[in-house]
């Protein structure tokens, strides 16, 4: 039991150690007032239960007396544990050193003490971490990995694990990531271009109210400079101007105008979208066609250069060469005749008939006896017999 009550006192011995006093905590200059504990006055909850919402809660003024709470009830079980393995002496000398403890824990200097090392530990804390540096550190912390590349959320996805020699090469993730976007578009023509067929309208070819021709190209998602590019062609008869004006606007053209088809053709790629190169076309035509129209001079002393065109020279068959259904039928009577001729004096060359001829010719062959080689002994030579 001696034990016990020792055990207590240590506890709150060590709970109200007294700080060593510093007396730079006045001296350094604090970022923010000292913060001062106190207790806040706690109010009765809204019951659930009730409907009444024209009840105003800064009318309430009294505040409510703090709800006692037994020395027991406050106890955790292993305190409680303790406090009930106590004899009923000991258990008035705990509940009497714990009233003291409570009393000194609140008290001013306690407090005082407290706010002092908190400063201090902010300002600490403070003057050591620059914001740059914290930024810094906030934006290392949050750096995307390679595999949250492209989704939504890439802060959640983390970092990427360090590497340890257990993955592909970057060139390997590269035609893997190619791999991945053929699978895209080969998803897309199989699910989703065959619904683009309920958009198609029928072919109607241009009328005499649509004369201008825009043209475009376009490298499938790739960033080119020739996208931009917008080309006009148009035929200056298709125009509503009088001869005198469509040759005003031929000299007006210059090389743009093509006389081998009537074919004038301007482009332009000068702006940053499709859309404002095609309206700047259509707006020179418009220029142009009034300029013929309505400007004062008519160019007509000029005449028209045609020194850009390169003429080249179209070569034709005759047309007395040519054979028509009754030649071409005379021809053919004509050399079938001529085969039957040559074959009826046998001048044509047979090849058949040759090598049968040739075949024929050759003599028979003769069979030729060779008499064997003679043996000999091994070792030995071969002896004559004299006569």
């Excluded at 009444?52 to 009830?73: C, G």
């Excluded at 035509?285 to 007509?300: H, P, S, Y």
Aim: glycine share 4%; net charge negative; aromatic share 8%.
């Amino acid at each position: 039991m001696v034990s016990a009550i020792h055990t207590l006192r240590l506890t709150a011995l060590r709970s109200t150690y007294r700080f060593r006093p510093r007396r730079t905590i006045l001296e350094r200059p604090r970022l923010f007032p000292l913060p001062t504990f106190h207790t806040t006055t706690r109010y009765n909850a809204r019951d659930p239960d009730d409907n009444n919402d024209d009840y105003d809660y800064d009318d309430e003024e009294t505040p409510l007396e703090p709800a006692s709470i037994s020395f027991v009830d406050s106890l955790t079980p292993e305190s409680r544990a303790f406090y009930d393995s106590l004899s009923p002496a000991d258990r008035l000398s705990y509940e009497a050193d714990a009233q003291k403890l409570d009393e000194y824990m609140k008290s001013e200097r306690v407090a005082r003490l407290m706010n002092a090392e908190i400063s201090l530990a902010a300002n600490d804390v403070l003057k050591d971490t620059s914001p740059d540096e914290s930024m810094e550190a906030s934006n290392e912390r949050f750096k995307s990995g390679f595999m949250s590349m492209g989704e939504d959320d890439e802060i959640d996805s983390g970092e990427d694990e360090t590497f340890e020699g257990d993955d592909i090469s970057s060139i390997a993730h590269g035609e893997l990531e190619q791999h991945r976007e053929l699978r895209e578009y080969a998803r897309v023509t199989a699910w989703e271009m065959p619904l683009l067929s309920k958009l198609t309208t029928p072919f109607q070819p241009p009328t005499h109210n649509t004369p201008l021709r825009f043209r475009a190209t376009t490298y499938l998602g790739e960033t080119h400079p020739a996208a931009l590019k917008i080309v006009l062609e148009f035929s200056t008869i298709d125009l509503p101007l009088l001869p005198a004006e469509r040759l005003t606007l031929i000299k007006l053209l210059g090389v743009r105008y093509d006389p081998r088809t009537d074919v004038a053709k301007l482009s332009c790629e000068m702006f940053e979208s499709q859309a404002q190169n095609k309206r700047y076309l259509g707006d020179l035509v418009d220029t142009l066609m009034q300029e013929a129209r309505e400007g004062g001079d008519k160019f007509d002393d000029i005449p028209v250069d045609l020194r850009h065109v390169k003429w080249k020279p179209k070569l034709t068959f005759p047309d007395a060469w040519k054979l028509g259904d009754a030649g071409r039928r005379e021809q053919l009577q004509n050399r079938w005749a001529e085969r039957e001729r040559l074959e009826a004096q046998r001048q044509l060359v047979d090849g058949a008939r040759i090598i049968e001829e040739a075949v024929s010719r050759v003599p028979e062959p003769e069979m030729v006896t060779i008499p064997a080689p003679r043996r000999t002994k091994p070792g030995g030579t071969t002896r004559r017999r004299l006569l």
